[in-house]
């Protein structure tokens, strides 16, 4: 029986022959960060022209375009459609409830990006393969009735909250910079990083003595995603200032 990442792979072969053999843009996604950073290995080892994209800047969950030569830098043609949930603001809904109502339409995974919920209103980004299903079926997140319309209009997204994170650290290796993030011992992060738990700009890193860079983001499997702001001041005592943010 196939694993899932052996899917995985399968499914991006098809995704980059098709679209050789083709000359034509062709798209896989939404993608867990997980999935993502085994998509960027797979970039990596094959040198493919690809673009990501999630429906906005920093979106979590994207879609992967293995694009044809001609395509440039400016390509944004991506099957992706924001639809705009308004309901009463006396209720309380979460990503959850909506996840939830289009998981209970039969909707798969892979066909929903990011879902993003403020009072009153929530933005789902979905694959324009399902946008009309689930304009005409969608009608409530619980027991919520919902307004539909396709788009963002005045919907403000909620500003990125982080905390903030500075220690010092022997050396710039990413067992010491993961052990000071997430305040565990050395050893214990190197069966972390061998278990391919940790992730540096969406490549998964197996090498305890990689060296982290300042403007990297690394992401720990349940301990969540960090920016490196700053890495190169010294202490009295020869350490490294780590200064960084952890996404909240």
């Not at 993502?36 to 969950?61: P, Q």
């Amino acid at each position: 029986m196939q694993s899932e990442k052996d899917i995985l792979l399968a499914r991006l072969n098809d995704c980059l022959n098709s679209s050789l053999s083709k000359n034509i843009p062709k798209f896989l996604g939404f993608l867990s960060e997980s999935e993502l950073s085994d998509v960027n290995k797979f970039i990596d080892v094959n040198k493919c022209n690809v673009k990501f994209f999630g429906g906005f800047d920093n979106a979590k969950r994207q879609i992967v375009a293995f694009l044809p030569d001609w395509a440039d830098d400016e390509f944004d043609d991506f099957p992706i459609v924001p639809i705009r949930a308004d309901f009463n603001s006396s209720y309380s809904l979460t990503h959850r409830d909506f996840l939830g109502a289009l998981m209970g339409l039969g909707i798969t995974r892979d066909r929903v990006g990011d879902i993003v919920v403020t009072d009153g209103s929530a933005i789902m980004f979905v694959h324009n393969s399902i946008s009309n299903f689930v304009m005409n079926e969608l009608t409530k997140a619980g027991r919520v009735g919902l307004k539909l319309s396709v788009g963002l209009g005045d919907f403000q997204f909620p500003e990125q909250q982080f905390e903030d994170i500075s220690s010092t650290v022997v050396s710039a290796r990413i067992d010491c910079v993961v052990a000071s993030l997430i305040g565990v011992s050395r050893d214990k992060v190197s069966s972390i990083i061998l278990s391919g738990s940790v992730c540096i700009n969406g490549l998964e890193i197996k090498n305890n003595s990689v060296r982290v860079s300042e403007n990297s983001v690394i992401a720990i499997l349940k301990h969540g995603k960090y920016i490196i702001d700053s890495l190169s001041q010294t202490t009295k005592k020869g350490r490294l200032k780590l200064i960084a943010r952890k996404y909240k």
